[in-house]
């Protein structure tokens, strides 16, 4: 989420996410509260010796409740796992300061635009645009603890080449059989002029990072990422009505052996 004084991004609690009905924290593995560690549990404490950069780490578990209750009651959600990091107290504040900016450097894939009929077109009749993308994930690694990525395409921008475009928006389009060619669809597009113009999908993903393991965080906002520039030809079409009768006048304009139609 974004602080609207100072437009620095601050921690989204978990319970952000629109489909997650929980909120989340995590405590020291075996810690019963106070000063007091179940003494059975710390026989089987997870090893957080050696940690990415070289150093100890905390052993945690994940706790869960419901989202948007004041002092919830607190159940187990995962673990146990390691935290890496000299102040553990701050480290999911800090790694979601900067997971906005990590998640618009993944290499996320677009997907692919399609045209129909492509690669020409004709001026004036619609040419159906669609695109498709899918969910991709991504393990990456922040203030050297492990990251999990989940992109997911949520909208589409089109950008047609002639100083048209259309969205955001949530149609992706889809493939229609030749036969259908030219209908309006919810992503197609009419040139008025002839020529070569480059189309540009923009897609816009939205994410969830989990750390070490733990339960998936919402990133704020979203991330767009355009597909190198494509070409499509328009072409103009030309209506001409011949007089003569092929099956009687094999040499008459229009005829595949007739006369050429003038200019």
């Known amino acids: 989420m974004v602080d609207p004084e100072t437009g620095n991004f601050l921690w989204a609690q978990p ?17 019963l509260g106070g000063g007091e ?6 026989g089987d404490l997870v090893d957080c010796k050696s940690g990415p950069d070289g150093k100890p780490g905390i ?31 701050d480290l999911l ?37 669609f695109a498709q993308s899918a969910a991709q994930q991504f393990d990456i690694t922040i203030l050297n603890q492990a990251v999990h990525v989940t992109a997911t395409p949520v909208q589409y921008t089109w950008t047609y080449g002639d100083g048209t475009s259309l969205g955001p928006t949530p149609a992706a389009g889809g493939p229609l059989p030749q036969e259908r ?20 999908l ?26 190198p520039s494509q ?6 079409s030309i ?6 009768d092929c099956l009687r006048n094999p040499q008459g304009q229009g005829c595949p052996a007739g006369a050429p139609p003038s200019p």
Request: with cysteine; charged share 15%.
């Open 202 to 227: 923009t897609t816009h993903f939205q994410g969830t990072y989990s750390v070490n393991g733990g339960p998936p965080l919402p990133i704020p906002g979203q991330g767009q990422f355009s597909g």
């Open 15 to 31: 319970g952000a996410l629109a489909n997650d009905p929980y909120q989340y924290k995590y405590e020291l593995q075996c810690h």
């Open 93 to 129: 504040p800090r790694i979601a300061a900067m997971i906005q900016t990590e998640f618009q450097k993944l290499a996320i894939n677009p997907g692919q635009a399609t045209a129909q009929p492509s690669p020409h077109t004709l001026r004036g009749a619609e040419t159906n645009f």
């Open 59 to 89: 052993p945690v578990v994940w706790l869960k409740a419901p989202a948007g209750v004041p002092n919830p009651v607190w159940s187990f959600h995962s673990g146990p796992t390691c935290l890496f990091d000299p102040k553990p107290a």
């Open 239 to 244: 209506t001409r009505n011949f007089a003569d």
């Open 231 to 236: 070409t499509v030809s328009v072409w103009r």
């Open 181 to 200: 060619w030219g209908e309006k669809t919810s992503t197609s597009h009419a040139y008025a002029e002839t020529g070569d113009f480059g189309v540009v």
């Open 37 to 42: 560690f179940d003494t059975v549990c710390l």
